[in-house]
Protein backbone atom coordinates (compact mmCIF):
# COMPACT_ATOMS: atom_id res chain seq x y z
CA UNK A 1 0.00 0.00 0.00
CA UNK A 2 1.40 3.47 -0.83
CA UNK A 3 1.38 4.72 2.95
CA UNK A 4 1.28 8.79 1.40
CA UNK A 5 -2.46 7.48 0.42
CA UNK A 6 -3.88 7.08 4.30
CA UNK A 7 -1.92 10.27 5.55
CA UNK A 8 -3.52 13.92 6.16
CA UNK A 9 -0.96 16.69 4.65
CA UNK A 10 0.52 19.31 7.12
CA UNK A 11 -2.14 21.03 9.59
CA UNK A 12 -5.64 19.04 9.26
CA UNK A 13 -6.54 15.65 10.63
CA UNK A 14 -9.04 13.24 10.81
CA UNK A 15 -11.70 13.46 13.71
CA UNK A 16 -13.17 10.03 14.36
CA UNK A 17 -14.55 7.73 17.19
CA UNK A 18 -15.39 8.55 20.77
CA UNK A 19 -13.68 12.22 19.50
CA UNK A 20 -15.95 13.14 17.17
CA UNK A 21 -18.82 11.94 19.30
CA UNK A 22 -17.44 14.21 22.35
CA UNK A 23 -17.39 17.33 19.89
CA UNK A 24 -20.93 16.81 18.68
CA UNK A 25 -22.34 16.72 22.37
CA UNK A 26 -20.27 19.80 22.95
CA UNK A 27 -21.09 21.60 20.35
CA UNK A 28 -24.89 21.07 20.61
CA UNK A 29 -24.38 22.66 24.34
CA UNK A 30 -22.62 25.81 22.75
CA UNK A 31 -25.31 26.28 20.04
CA UNK A 32 -27.71 26.27 22.60
CA UNK A 33 -26.90 28.91 24.42
CA UNK A 34 -27.10 30.97 20.82
CA UNK A 35 -30.47 29.80 20.54
CA UNK A 36 -31.63 30.67 24.47
CA UNK A 37 -30.24 34.19 23.31
CA UNK A 38 -32.34 34.35 20.17
CA UNK A 39 -29.95 33.60 17.68
CA UNK A 40 -30.84 32.56 14.74
CA UNK A 41 -28.11 30.01 12.31
CA UNK A 42 -26.46 31.35 9.03
CA UNK A 43 -24.29 28.91 6.41
CA UNK A 44 -21.77 30.58 3.98
CA UNK A 45 -19.48 28.67 1.80
CA UNK A 46 -16.30 27.21 2.36
CA UNK A 47 -14.80 28.95 -0.58
CA UNK A 48 -15.72 32.71 -1.67
CA UNK A 49 -14.02 34.98 -4.19
CA UNK A 50 -10.85 36.22 -2.85
CA UNK A 51 -11.61 39.94 -2.51
CA UNK A 52 -14.23 39.06 0.17
CA UNK A 53 -10.95 38.79 2.40
CA UNK A 54 -8.65 41.36 0.37
CA UNK A 55 -6.74 43.55 2.11
CA UNK A 56 -9.04 46.80 2.32
CA UNK A 57 -11.14 44.41 4.33
CA UNK A 58 -9.22 43.95 7.08
CA UNK A 59 -8.77 40.20 7.42
CA UNK A 60 -5.88 38.16 7.09
CA UNK A 61 -2.85 38.74 4.84
CA UNK A 62 -3.19 36.85 1.11
CA UNK A 63 -0.11 35.30 1.59
CA UNK A 64 -1.97 33.31 4.44
CA UNK A 65 -4.82 32.05 2.30
CA UNK A 66 -5.53 29.06 0.54
CA UNK A 67 -6.05 30.33 -3.13
CA UNK A 68 -7.28 28.58 -6.27
CA UNK A 69 -8.82 29.38 -9.53
CA UNK A 70 -12.37 28.49 -11.14
CA UNK A 71 -12.80 27.65 -14.46
CA UNK A 72 -13.00 31.35 -15.21
CA UNK A 73 -10.45 32.28 -14.03
CA UNK A 74 -11.18 33.87 -10.82
CA UNK A 75 -8.82 34.11 -7.88
CA UNK A 76 -10.87 31.74 -4.69
CA UNK A 77 -9.93 31.31 -1.14
CA UNK A 78 -10.64 29.18 1.75
CA UNK A 79 -12.07 31.27 4.06
CA UNK A 80 -9.73 32.44 6.64
CA UNK A 81 -12.24 34.27 8.48
CA UNK A 82 -15.98 33.23 8.45
CA UNK A 83 -17.47 36.88 9.64
CA UNK A 84 -16.20 38.73 6.41
CA UNK A 85 -18.66 35.94 4.37
CA UNK A 86 -21.91 36.52 7.18
CA UNK A 87 -20.98 40.64 6.56
CA UNK A 88 -21.37 39.94 2.59
CA UNK A 89 -24.38 37.55 3.28
CA UNK A 90 -26.41 40.83 5.36
CA UNK A 91 -25.20 43.21 2.87
CA UNK A 92 -26.95 40.62 -0.30
CA UNK A 93 -29.80 39.42 1.50
CA UNK A 94 -30.62 42.31 4.32
CA UNK A 95 -29.81 45.08 2.80
CA UNK A 96 -33.06 46.82 4.11
CA UNK A 97 -33.36 45.52 7.27
CA UNK A 98 -33.19 48.27 10.16
CA UNK A 99 -33.91 45.71 13.06
CA UNK A 100 -31.26 44.40 14.96
CA UNK A 101 -30.03 40.39 13.53
CA UNK A 102 -29.06 37.79 15.35
CA UNK A 103 -26.50 35.70 13.43
CA UNK A 104 -25.17 32.19 14.90
CA UNK A 105 -22.80 29.74 12.63
CA UNK A 106 -20.52 26.75 12.89
CA UNK A 107 -17.75 26.09 10.60
CA UNK A 108 -14.16 25.59 9.32
CA UNK A 109 -11.98 28.88 8.60
CA UNK A 110 -8.32 27.77 6.90
CA UNK A 111 -5.24 29.43 7.36
CA UNK A 112 -2.17 28.56 5.57
CA UNK A 113 0.71 30.01 8.10
CA UNK A 114 4.00 28.61 7.99
CA UNK A 115 4.62 30.16 11.72
CA UNK A 116 1.90 28.03 13.07
CA UNK A 117 4.08 25.11 13.37
CA UNK A 118 2.23 22.02 15.35
CA UNK A 119 -0.98 24.11 15.38
CA UNK A 120 -3.76 23.16 12.84
CA UNK A 121 -4.47 24.97 9.51
CA UNK A 122 -8.33 24.32 9.18
CA UNK A 123 -9.86 24.75 12.38
CA UNK A 124 -13.53 24.51 13.32
CA UNK A 125 -15.13 27.69 14.91
CA UNK A 126 -18.57 28.50 16.68
CA UNK A 127 -19.47 32.13 16.58
CA UNK A 128 -22.33 34.48 16.75
CA UNK A 129 -22.65 38.42 15.12
CA UNK A 130 -25.13 41.24 16.27
CA UNK A 131 -25.91 43.07 13.08
CA UNK A 132 -27.50 47.00 13.12
CA UNK A 133 -26.76 47.50 16.72
CA UNK A 134 -24.33 50.01 17.83
CA UNK A 135 -24.88 50.17 21.28
CA UNK A 136 -23.10 49.46 24.28
CA UNK A 137 -26.39 47.05 25.35
CA UNK A 138 -25.04 44.77 22.33
CA UNK A 139 -21.50 44.75 23.76
CA UNK A 140 -22.29 43.81 26.65
CA UNK A 141 -24.97 41.04 24.99
CA UNK A 142 -22.19 39.52 22.76
CA UNK A 143 -20.04 39.43 26.00
CA UNK A 144 -22.25 37.74 28.32
CA UNK A 145 -23.67 34.88 25.53
CA UNK A 146 -19.78 34.76 25.23
CA UNK A 147 -19.48 33.90 28.70
CA UNK A 148 -22.43 31.58 29.40
CA UNK A 149 -20.67 29.09 26.08
CA UNK A 150 -18.01 29.01 28.15
CA UNK A 151 -19.60 27.76 31.30
CA UNK A 152 -21.78 25.67 29.13
CA UNK A 153 -18.66 23.70 28.08
CA UNK A 154 -17.89 23.39 32.00
CA UNK A 155 -14.82 25.89 32.38
CA UNK A 156 -14.93 27.54 35.58
CA UNK A 157 -11.19 28.69 35.80
CA UNK A 158 -11.16 32.02 32.63
CA UNK A 159 -11.05 35.08 32.23
CA UNK A 160 -12.67 37.31 28.99
CA UNK A 161 -9.71 40.46 28.65
CA UNK A 162 -11.89 43.28 26.99
CA UNK A 163 -10.30 46.18 25.21
CA UNK A 164 -10.87 48.86 23.08
CA UNK A 165 -9.78 49.65 19.64
CA UNK A 166 -10.31 53.99 19.97
CA UNK A 167 -8.04 54.02 22.98
CA UNK A 168 -5.09 53.33 20.27
CA UNK A 169 -6.48 55.16 17.49
CA UNK A 170 -6.85 58.49 20.14
CA UNK A 171 -3.17 58.22 20.90
CA UNK A 172 -2.21 57.92 17.57
CA UNK A 173 -3.81 61.24 16.09
CA UNK A 174 -0.47 63.04 16.46
CA UNK A 175 1.07 60.42 13.90
CA UNK A 176 -0.30 61.18 10.24
CA UNK A 177 1.50 58.27 8.40
CA UNK A 178 -0.08 55.40 8.08
CA UNK A 179 2.86 53.22 7.88
CA UNK A 180 4.23 54.55 11.73
CA UNK A 181 1.04 53.47 13.00
CA UNK A 182 1.05 50.06 11.10
CA UNK A 183 4.42 49.73 12.82
CA UNK A 184 2.99 50.40 16.31
CA UNK A 185 0.14 48.00 15.50
CA UNK A 186 2.71 45.13 14.56
CA UNK A 187 4.98 45.98 17.71
CA UNK A 188 2.20 46.00 20.21
CA UNK A 189 0.53 42.62 18.37
CA UNK A 190 3.38 40.92 18.82
CA UNK A 191 3.97 42.03 22.52
CA UNK A 192 7.33 43.57 21.42
CA UNK A 193 7.38 45.60 24.13
CA UNK A 194 10.88 47.04 24.18
CA UNK A 195 11.46 47.41 20.61
CA UNK A 196 7.52 49.64 21.18
CA UNK A 197 9.75 51.84 23.41
CA UNK A 198 12.81 52.55 20.99
CA UNK A 199 10.22 52.87 18.29
CA UNK A 200 8.10 55.33 20.09
CA UNK A 201 11.38 57.30 21.39
CA UNK A 202 12.02 58.16 18.01
CA UNK A 203 8.62 59.54 16.98
CA UNK A 204 7.72 63.38 16.96
CA UNK A 205 4.80 63.17 19.44
CA UNK A 206 4.04 64.91 22.91
CA UNK A 207 5.82 63.57 26.24
CA UNK A 208 2.63 62.51 27.48
CA UNK A 209 2.12 60.01 24.89
CA UNK A 210 5.23 58.58 24.67
CA UNK A 211 4.79 57.56 28.55
CA UNK A 212 1.86 55.76 27.79
CA UNK A 213 3.17 54.03 25.27
CA UNK A 214 5.76 53.19 27.30
CA UNK A 215 3.31 51.52 30.21
CA UNK A 216 1.28 49.59 27.20
CA UNK A 217 2.38 46.29 28.75
CA UNK A 218 1.03 47.44 32.33
CA UNK A 219 -2.28 48.69 31.28
CA UNK A 220 -4.37 45.75 32.44
CA UNK A 221 -5.95 44.20 34.75
CA UNK A 222 -9.81 44.61 36.79
CA UNK A 223 -11.74 47.38 36.24
CA UNK A 224 -9.65 49.75 38.35
CA UNK A 225 -7.05 49.49 35.30
CA UNK A 226 -9.91 52.04 33.66
CA UNK A 227 -9.26 54.68 36.45
CA UNK A 228 -5.70 54.51 35.90
CA UNK A 229 -5.48 54.63 31.73
CA UNK A 230 -8.21 57.98 32.34
CA UNK A 231 -5.72 59.75 34.25
CA UNK A 232 -2.89 58.96 31.70
CA UNK A 233 -4.83 60.65 28.43
CA UNK A 234 -5.96 63.88 27.32
CA UNK A 235 -7.38 63.23 24.02
CA UNK A 236 -11.10 62.87 23.43
CA UNK A 237 -11.17 59.63 21.67
CA UNK A 238 -9.09 57.50 24.39
CA UNK A 239 -11.31 58.85 27.10
CA UNK A 240 -14.30 57.98 25.52
CA UNK A 241 -13.36 54.43 24.43
CA UNK A 242 -12.32 53.92 28.77
CA UNK A 243 -16.20 55.16 29.29
CA UNK A 244 -17.22 52.62 27.25
CA UNK A 245 -15.64 50.24 28.39
CA UNK A 246 -16.98 51.05 32.08
CA UNK A 247 -20.59 51.17 30.26
CA UNK A 248 -19.91 47.41 29.00
CA UNK A 249 -18.23 46.47 33.15
CA UNK A 250 -21.82 47.79 34.44
CA UNK A 251 -23.98 45.94 32.00
CA UNK A 252 -21.90 42.56 32.64
CA UNK A 253 -22.50 42.95 36.48
CA UNK A 254 -26.32 43.43 35.53
CA UNK A 255 -25.99 40.02 34.37
CA UNK A 256 -23.97 38.57 36.82
CA UNK A 257 -20.93 37.99 35.07
CA UNK A 258 -18.21 40.47 36.18
CA UNK A 259 -16.21 37.92 37.97
CA UNK A 260 -15.08 36.67 34.57
CA UNK A 261 -13.76 39.84 33.18
CA UNK A 262 -10.71 41.98 33.22
CA UNK A 263 -9.79 44.77 31.03
CA UNK A 264 -6.70 45.13 28.20
CA UNK A 265 -5.90 48.71 27.20
CA UNK A 266 -3.26 47.65 25.34
CA UNK A 267 -5.16 44.67 22.99
CA UNK A 268 -5.30 45.11 19.60
CA UNK A 269 -6.41 42.42 17.12
CA UNK A 270 -4.66 41.55 13.58
CA UNK A 271 -7.79 41.98 11.77
CA UNK A 272 -8.20 45.74 11.29
CA UNK A 273 -11.95 45.91 10.50
CA UNK A 274 -12.64 46.19 14.78
CA UNK A 275 -13.79 49.48 15.42
CA UNK A 276 -14.39 49.40 18.68
CA UNK A 277 -14.64 46.78 21.83
CA UNK A 278 -12.40 43.72 21.31
CA UNK A 279 -12.20 40.75 23.74
CA UNK A 280 -10.31 37.53 23.83
CA UNK A 281 -11.12 34.64 26.04
CA UNK A 282 -8.29 32.42 28.03
CA UNK A 283 -8.11 29.61 29.93
CA UNK A 284 -5.14 27.27 30.93
CA UNK A 285 -4.74 23.89 28.93
CA UNK A 286 -3.70 25.98 25.30
CA UNK A 287 -1.07 28.72 24.36
CA UNK A 288 -3.78 30.73 22.88
CA UNK A 289 -7.05 32.44 23.07
CA UNK A 290 -9.79 30.00 23.10
CA UNK A 291 -12.57 32.76 22.25
CA UNK A 292 -11.92 36.01 19.93
CA UNK A 293 -14.38 39.28 19.17
CA UNK A 294 -15.08 42.32 18.83
CA UNK A 295 -17.07 45.58 17.26
CA UNK A 296 -16.90 45.87 13.41
CA UNK A 297 -18.99 49.59 13.06
CA UNK A 298 -17.72 49.59 9.17
CA UNK A 299 -17.24 45.78 7.94
CA UNK A 300 -20.51 45.50 5.99
CA UNK A 301 -20.73 48.83 4.90
CA UNK A 302 -17.66 48.12 2.36
CA UNK A 303 -20.28 45.32 1.26
CA UNK A 304 -22.97 48.12 0.34
CA UNK A 305 -24.94 48.14 3.33
CA UNK A 306 -24.44 50.58 6.71
CA UNK A 307 -24.46 47.92 9.56
CA UNK A 308 -22.45 48.53 13.00
CA UNK A 309 -21.99 45.15 14.81
CA UNK A 310 -20.59 42.99 16.99
CA UNK A 311 -19.64 39.05 17.56
CA UNK A 312 -17.31 36.36 18.55
CA UNK A 313 -15.71 33.53 17.64
CA UNK A 314 -15.07 30.09 19.35
CA UNK A 315 -11.69 28.96 18.41
CA UNK A 316 -13.54 24.76 19.25
CA UNK A 317 -10.36 23.26 18.72
CA UNK A 318 -8.37 25.07 20.89
CA UNK A 319 -11.47 25.09 23.47
CA UNK A 320 -11.75 21.04 23.27
CA UNK A 321 -7.54 20.84 24.26
CA UNK A 322 -8.38 23.23 27.01
CA UNK A 323 -11.23 21.34 28.50
CA UNK A 324 -8.98 17.61 27.82
CA UNK A 325 -6.40 19.22 30.05
CA UNK A 326 -8.08 20.15 32.92
CA UNK A 327 -9.59 17.24 33.03
CA UNK A 328 -13.30 18.33 32.41
CA UNK A 329 -16.12 15.77 31.43
CA UNK A 330 -17.18 15.81 27.74
CA UNK A 331 -20.64 14.14 27.80
CA UNK A 332 -21.31 12.22 24.48
CA UNK A 333 -24.16 10.45 23.45
CA UNK A 334 -24.09 6.90 25.00
CA UNK A 335 -25.26 3.97 23.29
CA UNK A 336 -27.43 2.13 25.48
CA UNK A 337 -26.82 -1.47 24.35
CA UNK A 338 -25.43 -3.95 22.31
CA UNK A 339 -26.88 -6.61 21.41
CA UNK A 340 -24.90 -9.95 20.51
CA UNK A 341 -27.18 -12.92 18.85
CA UNK A 342 -26.80 -16.09 16.54
CA UNK A 343 -28.63 -17.05 13.90
CA UNK A 344 -31.58 -18.61 15.91
CA UNK A 345 -32.25 -15.58 18.25
CA UNK A 346 -32.17 -13.33 15.32
CA UNK A 347 -35.42 -12.88 15.44
CA UNK A 348 -35.68 -12.09 18.80
CA UNK A 349 -32.73 -9.68 18.74
CA UNK A 350 -34.38 -7.57 16.26
CA UNK A 351 -37.47 -7.68 18.00
CA UNK A 352 -35.86 -6.04 21.05
CA UNK A 353 -34.09 -3.49 19.22
CA UNK A 354 -36.94 -2.65 17.52
CA UNK A 355 -38.68 -1.90 20.60
CA UNK A 356 -35.76 0.06 22.22
CA UNK A 357 -35.53 2.35 19.49
CA UNK A 358 -38.94 3.28 19.22
CA UNK A 359 -38.73 4.17 22.67
CA UNK A 360 -35.77 6.36 21.37
CA UNK A 361 -32.94 4.38 22.40
CA UNK A 362 -29.91 3.40 20.37
CA UNK A 363 -29.12 -0.08 19.70
CA UNK A 364 -26.10 -1.59 17.98
CA UNK A 365 -26.83 -5.41 16.65
CA UNK A 366 -24.09 -7.33 16.56
CA UNK A 367 -24.28 -11.07 14.92
CA UNK A 368 -21.66 -13.52 17.27
CA UNK A 369 -18.61 -14.29 16.38
CA UNK A 370 -16.00 -13.20 18.46
CA UNK A 371 -15.37 -14.00 21.89
CA UNK A 372 -17.30 -12.65 25.01
CA UNK A 373 -15.04 -10.73 26.22
CA UNK A 374 -13.93 -9.26 23.02
CA UNK A 375 -17.56 -7.44 22.84
CA UNK A 376 -16.88 -6.22 26.59
CA UNK A 377 -13.93 -4.46 25.41
CA UNK A 378 -15.52 -3.04 22.72
CA UNK A 379 -18.36 -1.77 24.55
CA UNK A 380 -15.73 0.01 27.18
CA UNK A 381 -14.17 1.50 24.35
CA UNK A 382 -17.42 2.88 22.89
CA UNK A 383 -19.48 3.69 25.96
CA UNK A 384 -21.83 1.45 25.69
CA UNK A 385 -23.51 1.50 28.46
CA UNK A 386 -25.13 -2.20 28.40
CA UNK A 387 -24.68 -5.43 26.68
CA UNK A 388 -27.20 -8.13 25.93
CA UNK A 389 -25.57 -11.37 24.97
CA UNK A 390 -27.99 -13.93 24.16
CA UNK A 391 -26.30 -17.48 25.24
CA UNK A 392 -26.74 -20.83 23.93
CA UNK A 393 -28.84 -22.28 26.64
CA UNK A 394 -31.81 -20.44 26.12
CA UNK A 395 -31.06 -17.15 28.59
CA UNK A 396 -29.64 -13.88 28.21
CA UNK A 397 -26.53 -12.09 29.66
CA UNK A 398 -26.89 -8.67 30.53
CA UNK A 399 -24.04 -7.02 31.30
CA UNK A 400 -23.88 -3.29 33.18
CA UNK A 401 -20.49 -2.05 31.08
CA UNK A 402 -20.14 0.80 33.48
CA UNK A 403 -21.35 -0.63 36.81
CA UNK A 404 -19.52 -4.04 36.08
CA UNK A 405 -22.34 -6.14 37.00
CA UNK A 406 -24.15 -9.22 35.56
CA UNK A 407 -27.84 -10.70 35.28
CA UNK A 408 -28.79 -14.08 33.43
CA UNK A 409 -32.19 -14.23 32.77
CA UNK A 410 -34.57 -16.51 30.89
CA UNK A 411 -34.92 -15.39 26.83
CA UNK A 412 -38.97 -15.88 27.43
CA UNK A 413 -38.74 -13.63 30.50
CA UNK A 414 -36.26 -11.34 28.90
CA UNK A 415 -38.77 -10.50 25.85
CA UNK A 416 -41.26 -10.19 27.76
CA UNK A 417 -39.88 -7.50 29.69
CA UNK A 418 -38.42 -5.67 26.75
Not at 112 to 125: G, R, V
Not at 201 to 215: A, H, R, T, Y
Not at 284 to 304: C, P, S
Amino acid sequence: MNQKRVHTPEGVRDVYGLESKKRQKLQEKLTHVFSLYGYESIITPTFEFFDIFNSEKGTVSSREMYKFFDREGNTLVLRPDITPSIARCVAKYYDKEEMPLRLSYVGSVFLNNSSYQLKLKETCQLGAELINDSSVQGDGESIAMAIEMLLAAGLTDFRISIGEVGFFQGLCEFIQDNDTKESLRELILNKNFFGLIEFVEGLSIPQSVKDVFFKFNELNGDVSILDHADELVTNSISKDAIKRLRDVYDLLTNYGLEQYVSFDLGMLSKHNYYTGIIFKGYTYGTGDAVLKGGRYDNLIEQFGKKAPSIGFAIVFDELMMAMERQKISMDVADTNYMVVYDDKEMKSAMSFAKAKRQKDMSVVLERKEKEFAGYISYAQEHEIGQVVYFTEDAKVLKVDVAGKTEEKVDLEAFMKGK
